[in-house]
């Protein structure tokens, strides 16, 4: 079974592919969802093991909201709150949550702070 994981946009897309160790196809909603993409999402991906990964804010909350209901098997995966969005949460946090998601991860170092 094919993993997907939901993103909001190319950035984030491009942060999980910095610190996923296997294929996974990646998709954006680009940070909002429209009731037809929802629809065509939900027919491409029934066979597929569906993971949503946004930000932890209202939009990244509406997103979650809509495709929890076209796709109710889906996986949510959370950023930390401190973080608010995937683009800005260290790379070893994403590698965390990825890795207790069962994804392969590269292994990677604690980012040093940026003070």
Same mark, same amino acid.
């Given at each position: 079974?094919?993993? &997907?994981?939901?993103?909001?946009?190319?950035?984030?897309?491009?942060?999980?592919?910095?610190?996923?160790?296997?294929? &996974?196809?990646?998709?954006?909603?680009?940070?909002?969802?429209?009731?037809?993409?929802?629809?065509?999402?939900?027919?491409? #991906?029934?066979?597929?093991?569906?993971?949503?990964?946004?930000?932890?804010?209202?939009?990244?909350?509406?997103?979650?909201?809509? #495709?929890?209901?076209?796709?109710?098997?889906? $996986? $949510?995966?959370?950023? $930390?709150?401190?973080?608010?969005?995937?683009?800005?949460?260290? #790379?070893?946090?994403?590698?965390?949550?990825?890795?207790?998601? $069962?994804?392969?991860?590269?292994?990677?170092?604690?980012?040093?702070? #940026?003070?």
């Amino acid at each position: 079974m094919a993993k &997907v994981i939901i993103v909001e946009g190319k950035t984030d897309k491009e942060r999980l592919q910095e610190v996923l160790a296997e294929p &996974v196809e990646i998709l954006c909603s680009y940070g909002t969802i429209s009731y037809e993409k929802t629809e065509e999402w939900a027919t491409q #991906l029934e066979d597929s093991e569906v993971y949503l990964l946004v930000d932890a804010d209202d939009s990244g909350e509406k997103i979650r909201k809509s #495709l929890n209901q076209a796709l109710p098997n889906i $996986h $949510h995966l959370y950023t $930390h709150r401190m973080y608010r969005e995937v683009a800005t949460t260290p #790379l070893d946090v994403l590698a965390q949550v990825l890795d207790h998601a $069962h994804f392969e991860v590269k292994e990677i170092r604690p980012e040093e702070e #940026l003070f």
